[in-house]
């Protein structure tokens, strides 16, 4: 099913996916339809240059699943990015008109932040705060990259690590089978994962947590996949989002940047950087967010702002 659009909305991410063929539907059918469409927040950390190549690539997700979404993009009430103020100021929505409206799913994007500590990010209470809301009203949250080490940080006091190097490829996962989580469903038994991190987690500090599940794991890079046995906080260290040309782009902005970095990993044919990159990981990146969303269709209610209950339904 696709993303609902208002007539009057022009966001740019929206013109490119309707000219991929991502399903877009006009607000005015949707209303014809008798759906209840989901509201998924995405709270979208990436700098400027990064932030609508990161909106298309996770709208395009949604917008291949089964049912009909209401997209909200969102961002902080007191610290706003100067430099894309315009574009935050005309499509996104504040935390504060969000809480009011309420959310049955929200992503969290990653962030370039890896250098900082928590506390150390201007805006840290702020995302705090706003998180601590969504595990109280949201039916599940997926926190990505930056936002996952973050998440885990606030829930379960897990310390991230550093990696001494960037981790920057495509690496093969296995889907943990001894765990039923919906979440992987359907999934390849190997699946590629795509990475562009400093810092990590340690394994065997995710596996002393009762509550967490490890759902895909690496040997070359470590956990992927994480999750809350409930199922409403899902963590995921790496970027299944990402486009054909994603690493490609960040490893030779890294190199022009003066960055010392290594040729991403099992990525491009013959370690050539000068050719086109295999894509080997969208497929299931798909049925992954097509899993979660259809998780969030079981475990919400009519009214997105109906209290949770216990067991993460309402």
């Not at 209401?70 to 961002?75: G, S």
Request: with cysteine; net charge negative; charged share 25%.
């Amino acid at each position: 099913m696709p993303l609902i659009v208002s007539q009057s909305d022009d966001l740019p991410a929206y013109r490119i996916l309707e000219q991929q063929s991502i399903p877009i539907i006009r607000q005015s059918r949707a209303e014809q339809q008798d759906i209840r469409p989901l509201n998924i927040g995405l709270l979208n950390l990436m700098p400027t240059a990064a932030k609508q190549a990161t909106e298309i690539q996770f709208l395009r997700l949604l917008g291949n699943t089964p049912l009909q979404i209401n997209p909200f993009l969102i961002y902080f009430d007191k610290h706003k990015s100067k430099s894309a103020s315009d574009h935050l100021d005309r499509f996104y929505r504040k935390m504060s008109d969000v809480k009011e409206i309420g959310l049955d799913g929200l992503i969290i994007t990653g962030a370039n932040l890896e250098h900082y500590s928590f506390e150390e990010v201007k805006y840290w209470d702020e995302f705090k705060d706003f998180i601590l809301w969504a595990d109280d009203t949201v039916a599940s949250t997926i926190y990505g990259c930056w936002a996952s080490h973050a998440g885990l940080y606030i829930y379960y006091d897990v310390p991230r690590v550093n990696l001494g190097k960037k981790r920057l490829g495509v690496y093969p996962h296995v889907v943990n089978r001894d765990v039923h989580s919906i979440l992987t469903q359907n999934m390849d038994d190997i699946v590629d994962i795509p990475y562009s991190r400093w810092t990590g987690i340690p394994e065997e500090t995710i596996e002393a947590i009762d509550d967490l599940e490890v759902l895909m794991s690496s040997e070359d890079a470590g956990i992927h996949l994480i999750s809350s046995k409930n199922g409403r906080r899902v963590f995921v260290q790496g970027h299944p989002e990402y486009d054909r040309e994603t690493l490609a782009n960040e490893y030779r902005r890294d190199i022009k940047s003066g960055i010392e970095v290594t040729l991403p990993e099992n990525y491009f044919p013959k370690d050539d950087p000068d050719s086109v990159p295999k894509c080997t990981w969208i497929a299931n990146a798909q049925v992954f967010y097509t899993n979660w969303i259809n998780y969030i269709y079981q475990n919400t209610n009519y009214d997105p702002l109906k209290p949770l209950m216990e067991n993460g339904s309402r």
